[in-house]
């Protein structure tokens, strides 16, 4: 279910696509669903900016049910049955997960599941025990046994009720005939004007059919997200969890609780991250790395022992093994750094690739470039990719040595082993193993600054 609002966030966007862990909420929700199901037989209920929230998950191959109007959980049930029967059969059992809800795991979707069928249960609940219940739906079991006899919201519950500390998770397992069956009987005499599918286990437990209830082990697993401040004790929760799952597998991370690390990031054995990183998306690290703090990595793919100093910038970018960066690098996107290559303080790349061993250590703008194997960009090189209108390339060969202060203006070609002599304007191709020296002359005058100063003494007396 992921049609609502989320009225609570004060959002524009819907509360199913903020992100925690570094993916919308409801990502989390349809990846644990997949390691049970096939996307086919997963269906995302859409409402409030529909289009927006299919968008966001249309890749993962899930199927969608519109409800347009969104008038309550039960209603969500209600909308979807036609989708649900297909070819005309139903599902013997449908399992409802809350779009809300991120921390849920395949294990216990799975153990839901097994319970429901064991107990031969028209409806199980997913139930937790939480320290604080306010908010949550209370579980009125009957004579404290396995069988429920409804769910109270915490709008309508009584002040005993509201003391009971077992409260509904949001997600259940149903007889998918029975819930269709008797849907129908949900009405909106509630607090909210709303069908509550919650309403269910009184309209089953009043047709003598059985509704069951299983506890989580860890309560945290259901945790929803109505508030922003509930988002961020959910972020922080997962943050940690990734943290803990890389230091298991032999990845050292000093402060952890400082760095953001994103759910699908991988990280070598033997690789320390200093405090104060941020590893993003897709990013994948080798082993034997030190990513030191204040580095921000972003879909990028870095191999074994590569050093990355502080306040290394990254995006889309593939780094070769042993290869050093930072302090203050910017590799934007489509640099790729050659093994042993050094990109120092100050260097921005952009779609480039800088063959092995090539060092640009110094301020320095490199664009649109294929710089060879065993290269020198001298301090301060600049490659002049943009006329205004279009971008060109720069083609600099192995072992060229680009002196400091030049600039390439592209398309230009500096041909194998040849010498760039500093602070050069090459607007030309040079020629391999030449030395290229664009700049004019320099003239000496001899005597020149002493005669100065003489001459400002004689003015003083
Ligand atoms: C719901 C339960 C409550 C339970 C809690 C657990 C009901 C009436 N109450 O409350 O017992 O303790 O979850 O987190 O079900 N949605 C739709 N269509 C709608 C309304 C909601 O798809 O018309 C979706 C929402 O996007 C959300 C989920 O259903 O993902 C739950 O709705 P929400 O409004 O968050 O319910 P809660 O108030 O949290
Ligand atoms: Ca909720």
Not at 13 to 38: D, F, M, N, S
Not at 70 to 96: C, F, P, S
Not at 318 to 328: E, H, T
């Amino acid at each position: 279910m992921a049609a609502g609002k989320g009225t609570r966030l004060k959002s524009k966007h819907p509360k199913v696509l903020h992100e925690i862990g570094g993916k919308p909420i409801l990502a989390h929700v349809i990846a644990t669903a997949q390691k049970v199901v096939p996307a086919r037989d997963i269906f995302v209920i859409i409402g409030h900016e529909a289009e927006r929230v299919r968008e966001a998950v249309a890749g993962t191959g899930v199927n969608f049910v519109l409800q347009a109007t969104q008038r309550g959980t039960g209603h969500a049930l209600m909308v979807a049955r036609e989708t649900l029967l297909g070819n005309g059969n139903m599902y013997d059992q449908v399992i409802v997960l809350s779009g809300d809800a991120p921390l849920i795991t395949a294990e216990t979707i799975r153990k839901l599941s097994d319970f429901h069928s064991a107990q031969k249960a028209t409806m199980t609940l997913l139930t937790a025990d939480l320290d604080d219940p306010y908010g949550y739906g209370r579980v009125i079991r009957k004579g404290g046994r396995v069988d429920v006899q409804a769910i109270v919201e915490e709008k309508s519950a009584t002040p005993v009720q509201k003391k009971i500390r077992e409260i509904n998770s949001g997600f259940y397992a149903f007889d998918g005939a029975a819930l269709y069956e008797h849907i129908d009987r949900l009405s909106t005499e509630n607090a909210h004007s709303e069908y509550y599918l919650t309403d269910m286990a009184a309209v089953f437990h009043r047709a003598r059919k059985k509704v069951a209830a299983i506890k989580t082990v860890d309560a945290s697993e259901v945790l929803g997200s109505n508030t922003r401040t509930e988002m961020m004790v959910l972020d922080a929760r997962l943050r940690l969890a990734k943290c803990r799952e890389l230091l298991e597998n032999g990845v050292t991370i000093f402060y952890p609780h400082t760095c953001v690390i994103d759910s699908e990031v991988e990280v070598g054995v033997d690789t320390v991250i200093e405090p104060f990183v941020q590893l993003l998306g897709s990013t994948k690290i080798g082993a034997d790395c030190r990513i030191r703090s204040y580095s921000v990595i972003g879909n990028s793919i870095i191999g074994d022992r590569v050093t990355v100093k502080p306040g290394t910038i990254m995006e889309d970018s593939r780094v070769g093994a042993g290869a050093v960066l930072g302090p203050y690098s910017h590799l934007r996107p489509g640099s790729d750094v050659g093994e042993g290559a050094h990109v120092g303080n100050f260097v921005e790349t952009k779609k480039i690739k800088l063959g092995k061993g090539s060092k640009a250590n110094h301020l320095s703008y490199l664009g649109d470039a294929e710089i060879g194997e065993g290269v020198n960009i001298g301090a301060g090189t600049i490659t002049c990719n943009y006329d205004g209108v279009n971008k060109h390339k720069t083609v600099i060969e192995d072992g060229v040595f680009i002196g400091s202060d030049s600039t390439l203006v592209a398309p230009v070609n500096i041909g194998r082993g040849a010498y760039v002599a500093a602070a050069s304007c090459i607007t030309e191709d040079v020629p391999a193993d030449a030395l290229a020296l664009g700049r004019s002359r320099q003239t000496v005058k001899e005597g020149w600054a002493r005669a100065k100063r003489d001459a400002q003494k004689e003015k003083r007396r």
